[in-house]
Nanobody, 126 residues
Framework: QVQLVESGGGLVQAGGSLRLSCAAS????????MGWFRQAPGKEREFVAV????????YYADSVKGRFTISRDNAKNTVCLQMNDLKPEDTAVYYC???????????????????WGQGTQVTVSS
């Protein structure tokens, strides 16, 4: 069982930046692909970004490509999402998630992810 705890959310003006962090309890953290998802009010949860178990591969949703960067530190069991040039449409609860099928390619599908954090709120004002 992997426990994931997100932090770093908050209120920011459009054009600003935030850095989200996700701390994992699992010692075998390096055997998980790690993803970020988000859910805006009244909308379904959507994929944001994913990073491979070793950190060598990443994949982003088109809506955040060029503005968001996902990274990980396996020594510290953490994954981060640096969010720049934030827009009001980025307002959502952001979740980190762990995919134990690290031997497969990266996925944007929620069903591939076994463990989820509780989420952290990001609000971008215009």
């Amino acid at each position: 069982q992997v426990q994931l705890v997100e932090s770093g959310g908050g209120l920011v003006q459009a054009g600003g930046s935030l850095r989200l962090s996700c701390a994992a309890s699992e010692g075998a953290f390096s055997r998980y692909h790690m993803g970020w998802f988000r859910q805006a009010p009244g909308k379904e949860r959507e994929f944001v970004a994913v990073i491979s178990w070793g950190g060598g591969s990443t994949y982003y949703a088109d809506s955040v490509k060029g503005r968001f960067t996902i990274s990980r530190d396996n020594a510290k069991n953490t994954v981060c999402l640096q969010m720049n040039d934030l827009k009001p449409e980025d307002t959502a609860v952001y979740y980190c998630a762990a995919d134990s099928q690290y031997y497969y390619s990266l996925s944007r599908l929620e069903g591939r992810y076994d463990y989820w954090g509780q989420g952290t709120q990001v609000t971008v004002s215009s």
